[in-house]
């Protein structure tokens, strides 16, 4: 049986939850949610490990249209985060449309009747005239090839994985990795664990985290006079967005801001040799600059060893490293992070004449405004290549894309197209434009490898701008810049 749509949406994270939103304010009530967990909520799903919280404030990260008087901190933990999406598919009765452990497996373009076949694991089918891909740029965790990785005989999970069973009381802990994920993990299972060895390979930058619980006369105020909570979220808005322009054009700001986190780790860490180990060699901004209060605290306890010596291998016990010593170890986290530049379609996807995206995308993945994909007509991606961010919020630019979809879809019906399909050209122009504007970013120039950039250096995840320069640029459907198809 095909079970048939008009839009198909992959994902429930905050992407596939706001395209969901939008479609039905646009009157569109047949669409299907196709989400491979048992429930809604994407990263923030699978990200439930101890101490994980968003490191952009809630009261940005979160939609424009659905303001939130009531978030507990100024940077909130996953489970309110989960909550305030449960919250959303509620009131925007999303729950009717989700269909819960659904992978997709494969999607393939009917040129003839202009509509996308997608196949799910165990056999089941679907078809839609378009397809809202929201499987997340960050959703595929990546499992570092240390040699004898699998010999290991303890417990071992990736920290988007975490074993919710997992008890740290006195166990020998290894980490391994100093990214935003391991600098959440590590604070908050330190004081339990009998010995936690941190394998660092680099060591990130790290800001104090402006981090305090909302006072409930700020919440009252938010609850009653609404526009003192727009005028907060403006504020914030601004006050990241000043962040792009270091990133950017203005490298100076992030010197200033260098010094500052340097200072930060004067004051946290008073053992020099430790210092040593936690100070960055690469310029800041070039990897995601880190927030914390208690990362580095967390270090300079007995029962922490950071180690740099490098890993040599795992074996049944635990971690030998390059210099010769074995450490026996209970459980080792891999927090090395996803994958997220190569490889990038989470499925097979076959588009005009079999395209397959993946091979389409060999070279570096591309779209239009990270949208939409020539060769590729009825299919849009929501946090497409190109459009992560090192400054703000990421649910700025989901409800942009979203808005640029629902106007192609909107166009879509007026035309009674069978399809729209970006021009070839218009998609290699854009690209040029955008890498040469990463050439001069500290993404390319700070020093660094970051999963930013694919193993060939091509940066293919984040937007080199402002988010309103993307705003702006998503407001409408340049029909001029696609072939439509009756
Ligand atoms: O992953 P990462 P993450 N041997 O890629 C190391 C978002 N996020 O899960 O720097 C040893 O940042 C690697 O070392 P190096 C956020 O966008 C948000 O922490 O490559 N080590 C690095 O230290 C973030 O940027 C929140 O030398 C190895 C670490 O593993 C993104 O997710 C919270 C290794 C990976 O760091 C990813 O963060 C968490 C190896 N073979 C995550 N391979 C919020 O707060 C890799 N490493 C919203």
Same mark, same amino acid.
């Given at each position: ?9 992959? @994902? ?7 395209? *969901? ?6 009157? +569109? ?14 990263? &923030?799903?699978?990200?439930?490990y101890p101490g994980a919280a ?35 598919? +509620? ?15 494969? *999607? ?7 509509? &996308?076949?997608?196949?799910?694991? !165990? ?36 920290s988007?994985? &975490? ?5 740290a009381?006195?166990?020998?802990v290894a980490v391994i990795g100093t990214g935003a994920s391991a600098i959440q993990i590590v604070p908050t299972i330190a004081p339990d664990v009998?010995q936690l060895y941190l394998f660092q390979? %680099?060591p990130p930058?790290i /800001? ?22 727009? $005028? ?19 490298? @100076?700001?992030?010197?200033? *801001? ?10 946290s860490?008073?053992? +020099? ?5 936690l %100070? ?10 880190l927030?914390s209060n208690d990362y580095y605290p967390a270090l300079t306890r007995?029962n922490v060893e950071v180690i740099?010596? =490098? ?6 016990? !635990?971690?030998?490293?390059?210099? !010769? ?6 459980t080792?986290i891999i927090a ?24 389409? &995308? ?6 239009? $405004?990270?949208?939409?994909?020539? =060769? ?13 961010? !090192?400054?703000?919020?990421?649910? $700025? ?73 993307? /705003? ?5 459907? +340049? ?8």
């Open positions: 049986m095909i079970n048939t749509y008009d839009q198909l949406i992959i @994902g429930s994270g905050f992407a596939g939850l706001c395209a *969901a939103i939008k479609l039905k304010e646009q009157g +569109e009530n047949n669409f299907v949610i196709l989400e491979r967990n048992d429930w809604l909520g994407g990263t &923030w799903y699978d990200n439930h968003c490191d952009v404030e809630s009261h940005l990260y979160s939609f424009s249209f659905e303001p939130n008087p009531n978030w507990s901190r100024q940077f909130s933990p996953q489970q309110e985060i989960l909550k305030y999406m449960e919250h959303c598919a +509620e009131k925007y009765d999303l729950y009717k449309h989700l269909q819960y452990n659904t992978t997709v497996t494969q *999607a393939t373009f009917d040129e003839a009747k202009g509509i &996308w076949n997608v196949s799910a694991e !165990g056999g089941q089918n679907f078809s839609a005239r378009s397809i809202i891909t929201c499987s997340g740029g960050l959703s595929q965790p990546m499992f570092p090839d240390i040699k004898g990785i699998d010999s290991f005989k303890g417990t071992m999970f990736h988007a994985k &975490w074993e919710k069973k997992f008890d009381k006195g166990k020998t009998k390979r %680099t930058w /800001m104090p985290k402006p981090d305090a619980e909302i006072s409930s006369l700020r919440r009252w105020l938010y609850n009653n006079l609404p526009f003192t909570q727009a $005028l907060y979220r403006r504020r914030l808005y601004w006050q990241h967005e000043l962040m792009a322009l270091g990133f950017i054009k203005r490298p @100076g700001i992030l010197k200033f *801001a260098s010094k500052l986190s340097l200072r930060f780790l004067k004051q860490v008073p053992d +020099e040799k430790l210092r040593e180990k %100070t960055p060699s690469y310029v800041m901004g070039c990897k995601r600059v927030i007995n740099t010596d =490098g890993i040599q291998q795992i074996n049944e016990t !635990g971690v030998l490293t390059k210099d !010769g010593v074995q450490r026996n170890i209970d080792i090395t992070g996803f994958q997220a530049a190569e490889e990038v379609s989470r499925f097979a996807v076959n588009g005009r004449n079999g395209m397959d995206l993946n091979e389409a &995308w060999r070279e570096g993945a591309e779209a239009y $405004l990270g949208t939409t994909v020539s =060769g590729f007509p009825n299919m849009f991606l929501v946090v497409g290549p190109n459009t992560g961010l !090192g400054h703000s919020s990421m649910i $700025l630019m989901i409800e942009a894309q979203v808005n640029l979809i629902m106007e192609s879809l909107k166009a879509l019906k007026q035309k009674q197209a069978k399809f729209i399909d970006l021009k070839r050209d218009v998609q290699q122009e854009y690209n040029r434009d955008i890498q040469e504007k990463l050439s001069h970013t500290v993404w390319q120039n700070g020093g660094c490898v970051s999963w930013y950039q694919m193993k060939n250096g091509k940066n293919v995840t984040l937007w080199p701008g402002f988010t309103f320069t993307f /705003m702006k640029r998503t407001k409408k459907f +340049e029909e001029e810049k696609y072939e439509i198809v009756n």
